[in-house]
């Protein structure tokens, strides 16, 4: 069985302070983020604040009575904005699709999506482009940048990811036989999903069809593991030690990483994405991330005691390195937080859908869903 292998990047260190490298003490050496320029490192960070910043945002949305429901992604900022930043972006397959689940604030926002979606969407206004105020917080789509609906059964995005696969797979051998440097040569879809979900079924059918042997998938299949499936714990549901491990029956690329440092995950996607671009063959890959406010506000939504903060241990590195300084790194959340906050008052003044607009969307071109009308 093959794994991708460890990061064997050449890049010289980033070395913030100008510090020679000749510097014998490992003590006092600047970390050098696996040759991760400044530049990259501080625009995760900042991606990583503001997720953090607009999910604060929505969770006193919900708290203060102007919502119904609150999911999200405060924990996962380390793997999804290195995710959002290292795709390709844009509508059709030429471009990679993205198969998301509800904590994907900090890859769509990498993504480059206005923020304001987020607050709309979960105060069930008419203008919100992604369900025209009919779901809940999180379940984002835009056709634009080829997110599709997240959807509130979980795990069906890894079924459908097979299909926009094979659409990709099919235009990019077309494109490259033709011509090298077609566009269409090296799209892939990306599927994102909790531990718990893998244990239905269509994480098991995404596997098989992900692995036809000689007609294999452009895949990135991701499980972002916070041990929980809201609450049922994964040592008591999970025989296998790794969820990646289920990849190796097919003989798929597997691994697992730390989800909760930017620079490994980032570092980590890229050789999975890179791989999978050129080989057009899946990935498995299993992060490990926390679940700072629980699992929704249905478990209250409160800061979690005692679990690892992607952002918190990022800054420490970051002023260690001398590329952040405390103050610098509180003004970008405040920043942030204003932000929010006024787009929060701009929102609650607009209009919900009415009720004449029930069946609208529910099929292509609002085909007439009603029933009754049948
Ligand atoms: C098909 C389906 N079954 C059950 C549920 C109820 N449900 C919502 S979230 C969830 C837990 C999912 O846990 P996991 O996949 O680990 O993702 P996490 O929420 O921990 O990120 C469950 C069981 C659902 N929404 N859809």
Redesign the pocket.
Known sequence: MSRLSSNTSKKPAFSASGASSKVKDKKHDPEDFQGLDKTLLLKMFNIMIQSRALEERLIKIYKTGEAFFWIGGPGEEAFGVPLGLLSKIGQGPEFDYFHL?Y?ATPTVLALGVDPIHAIRLIMNKKADVCTGGRNFSNHYCFPEKNITPIS????IQYGLSLGTARAQKRANTKASGKNKNSKYQNSISIVT?????TA?GDFASCLVWATRPGDELPILITV?N?T???STSYSEQHGEDKISDRGLAFKMKCLNINGNDPVESYVKLKESMDYIRKEQKPVLLEASVS?LYG?SSASGANQQEGLACPIKDFKARLIKAGLITESESVEIKKSYEDEFYKMFKQVQKEEGPSADSIWENTFVNSENADWRSF
């Open positions: 689940h904590r509130s059964p979980i795990e999903g909790g531990d718990a979900g239905e972002q916070n929980w499936g809201i679940r699992h």
